[in-house]
């Protein structure tokens, strides 16, 4: 049980598209999701915290305007990159936890987004 | 705010046997979760280990083992016994304050 997807595993977008990922909990209502960042050799950076039907809570020196998040349902969030640039290309990992552990985060596989 | 260090980026071990990795953290939480998490090539994260701070007992789980020292603010990782497979780069998270604070990893290397 716990299972995060994200979808796609791997993007490659051209400099000024915007780009859409998905992260889904498939046997589980996730009441918050976590969005991270992962440069390479790097450690993961939490972006936003999403909770169900509310406004994505933003870490410090994160654009909202440009990681637009959506949480929409129990089961699904939405990172678009907006306008994405080459700066943007990295790693970026979902996760989400239910409301019944705070503390426990299961993480979805990751998405590798390259910008050309 | 929450941070975590762990000041060894790279650490090498002969196969079957034990390898232990440092990991601070400093918090002003009085309620907080300790993890230690894995991340093989496959980029998964993966869930090695978790400590309740409120819980004085060191965690286990088979051949993973932490030293908790709370009033040292540290919370190390013993690897028992160590498999090819262990290979990964592993890190320290601290859970405060409704977040997850990760560690900068530390590379594992198993040595045949």
Known sequence: GAVVSQHPSWVICKSGTSVKIECRSLDFQATTMFWYRQFPK?????MATSNEGSKATYEQGVEKDKFLINH?????????VTSAHPEDSSFYICSARTSGSRNEQFFGPGTRLTVL | ??????SQPEMSVQEAETVT???????????YYLFWYKQPPSRQMILVIRQEAYKQQNATENRFSVNFQKAA????????DS??????????????????TFGTGTRLT???
């Open chain 2, 21 to 31: 990795l440092s990991c601070t953290y400093d918090t002003s939480e009085s309620d």
């Open chain 2, 1 to 6: 705010a929450q941070t975590v260090t762990q």
């Open chain 1, 42 to 46: 790097q450690s993961l950076m939490l």
């Open chain 2, 73 to 80: 603010k540290s919370f190390s990782l013993k690897i028992s």
């Open chain 2, 110 to 112: 198993i040595i045949p």
């Open chain 2, 83 to 100: 498999q090819l497979g262990d290979a990964a780069m592993y890190f320290c998270a601290q859970f405060g304050n409704e977040k997850l």
């Open chain 1, 72 to 80: 929409a349902s129990l089961t699904l969030s939405t990172l678009t």
